[in-house]
């Protein structure tokens, strides 16, 4: 079988490595690799000139030390796994320079969307990563914005050109990219599409733990991994887990409480306001709801070049029109307080300096509330897991906050259950508004549960190991962790020398073969979706409820010893007091 592999970033080693990991185990499985390279083809500005802060702007020549380093890491890469292939800057001729400067010169940015060529939706493949980078939620763009997407059309077509001919010559029968969604990437996997060839993606996990060790290789786009996973809960669900798949679990949250890891969007736990009661002014008597707000340019984005489904009917429209609802229903009830938390992606932070269109609508929905409702806003400092502790029923749109706080026994209601990228029956859902309303009531007399705890569990060891492919054996790095200063001395030391020595490194270290090679082998020659399908046909370890049992006491144990800094138990009506009985149940 010929396996055409698309890497255009070879200067994301983090990326870079593990991708060539995978490959190399196709090919020691007597897969023929075509390993296609960009060739400083997207040179005005790329997803590896993003990853090192280098924008559209930069100078010609900070966008030129990032070309060098991509066609150092990829000479190292085809030298190291013996990987056969070519840039696709090498095909092109001077009738293709001149046809994208053609389609470029008559595009507007009022029918981009529309643009078709030979049946692959090439404007939409340009805006998939621009709508998430620049956080739109409209097709309306203003002078530099349309500057920076005419680089993105550009890019893709350059792909289109490059893709189209290498599936034409080499005829592969997989393609393989690292996240379909970057634009350029997409419109390689539309390519194969379009042709019957399956496509697969690779992407580093979820666990922030350890997810640059960790991959998921699966077929399609990032949606059909997402609700493949959602399909094998049905039989999974019931399936109680090992010590180390839960201690697993529990080492993600350590670093999502830690809030340093640059995919961890919640600020740090710190306790700088203190009591949360008394700083958003909640009353003894009054029951507290956590709205979860969502990012809403990712699902937009997803949704406008159909990776993700938009043929539904959510019951509020849009994420405004629900926060106006739920405060208007907590105005009507002196009992509960609301606390509405908006995203922190929503505005500037950490990973990038854009503040989303959303933002701006959610300012106005949010300026004049009634008492019993306040806002937490990402510059009030405040972790999502402080708010937790005194929330009494968290209202989730479709971000992760819902699955998270489920798993520490918070009862969640969501109004979006197709929007999920976890089940939906881990939380209270409902198919009307007025239904939603009630869930919400029932959610609050249900309360805290432990049976959440165990279910939310078991989902994030479905998520974050059953369906992924282990690469620890070949690839050791952490984000989390620096290593002593000695160590990091003597490595600036060899960089100095050598500018590729933690990469040459890295390439020395690697196992001779990956003990997950069967499996990656049996995945793409059976054209299987998921390494999960191949896993639950085979059958999992069985383990006794009552080891599960303790085990989650031992878990809730650690985040509590994680989460709080003082031993006090607290008011009986604060999540702390909740974990610690259910940790120290005898």
């Not at 966008?63 to 150092?72: A, N, Q, S, V």
């Not at 994420?319 to 739920?326: D, K, M, R, T, Y």
């Amino acid at each position: 079988m010929k396996i055409l592999v698309f890497a255009p970033f070879s200067a994301i080693w983090v990326h870079a490595f593990p991708e060539a990991l995978v490959v190399e185990s196709l090919k020691q499985s007597g897969h023929e690799i075509v390993y296609l390279t960009c060739g400083r083809t997207f040179s005005k500005l790329c997803v590896s000139m993003g990853a090192y802060g280098v924008g559209l702007d930069a100078a010609a020549s900070a966008k030129e030390r990032i070309c060098d380093l991509c066609d150092r890491h990829k000479g190292l890469i085809r030298k190291e796994f013996g990987f056969a292939g070519y840039d696709i800057s090498q095909k092109f001729t001077q009738a293709d320079h001149d046809w994208v400067d053609e389609i470029c010169a008559k595009a507007s940015a009022t029918d981009l969307f529309d643009l078709v060529i030979e049946g692959i939706e090439v404007g939409k493949c340009a805006l998939s990563h621009f709508l998430i980078n620049q956080k739109k939620i409209s097709l309306e763009f203003t002078a530099a914005e349309w500057t920076r997407l005419q680089v993105e059309l550009r890019n893709v077509l350059y792909a289109f050109i490059g893709c189209k001919r290498a599936i034409e010559t080499e005829k592969p029968d997989r393609v393989m990219v690292y996240v379909a969604a970057y634009s350029v990437n997409l419109v390689c996997c539309e390519l194969a599409a379009a042709r019957g060839i399956p496509h697969y993606y690779l992407a580093a996990a979820g666990n922030l733990s350890d997810r640059l060790q960790r991959l998921v290789v699966a077929k399609g786009h990032a949606m059909n991994f997402q609700k493949n996973n959602i399909a094998h809960w049905r039989t999974l669900k019931d399936l109680p887990c090992s010590a180390d798949s839960l201690r697993y679990v529990t080492d993600h949250f350590q670093e999502l409480f830690r809030g340093k890891n640059p995919l961890a969007y919640s600020a740090p736990i710190s306790n700088a306001r203190g009591d949360l009661r008394q700083y958003f002014g909640i009353q003894d008597d009054q029951k507290v709801l956590l709205a979860a707000l969502s990012s809403y340019d990712e699902i937009y984005a997803s949704q406008i070049v159909g990776l993700w489904p938009s043929d539904f009917v959510p019951i509020f429209s849009s994420l405004v029109e629900w926060v106006e609802a739920i405060v208007s229903f907590v105005s009507k009830r002196s009992d509960l307080f609301l606390i509405v938390r908006v995203h922190p992606r929503e505005l500037p932070n950490k990973r990038d300096a854009v503040a989303s269109e959303s933002s701006k609508k959610l300012a106005l929905a949010l300026a004049d509330l009634p008492v019993n409702v306040k806002v937490n806003w990402p510059a009030d400092g405040i972790s999502l897991y402080e708010a937790a502790e005194i929330a009494d029923v968290c209202l989730n749109a479709w971000s992760s906050a819902g699955k998270e706080l489920t798993l520490l026994g918070i009862p969640v209601v969501t109004y979006a259950p197709d929007l999920l990228v976890y089940p939906p029956e881990l939380n209270y859902v409902s198919e009307s508004r007025d239904g939603y309303f009630e869930q919400v009531e029932f959610a609050l007399k249900s309360g805290w549960s432990e049976d959440h705890i165990r279910s939310a569990y078991r989902w994030y060891v479905l998520e974050y190991e059953k369906a992924m492919i282990d690469l620890s054996e070949s690839y050791v790095v952490s984000e989390n962790r620096h290593a002593p200063l000695p160590v990091r001395l003597v490595n600036r030391i060899r960089r100095a020398v050598n500018p590729l020595y933690l990469q040459i490194r890295d390439c020395a270290r690697r196992a001779s073969g990956l003990s997950a090679r069967p499996l990656i082998n049996q995945l793409l020659s059976e054209c299987r979706s998921t390494v999960l399908d191949i896993r639950a046909e085979a059958g999992f370890e069985r383990v006794a409820i009552e080891e599960e049992s303790a085990g989650l006491r031992r878990e809730i144990g650690r985040m509590i010893n994680i989460m709080y800094q003082s031993s006090s138990v607290g008011a009986t009506n604060t999540l702390k007091y909740k974990l610690d009985r259910y940790a120290n149940r005898s």
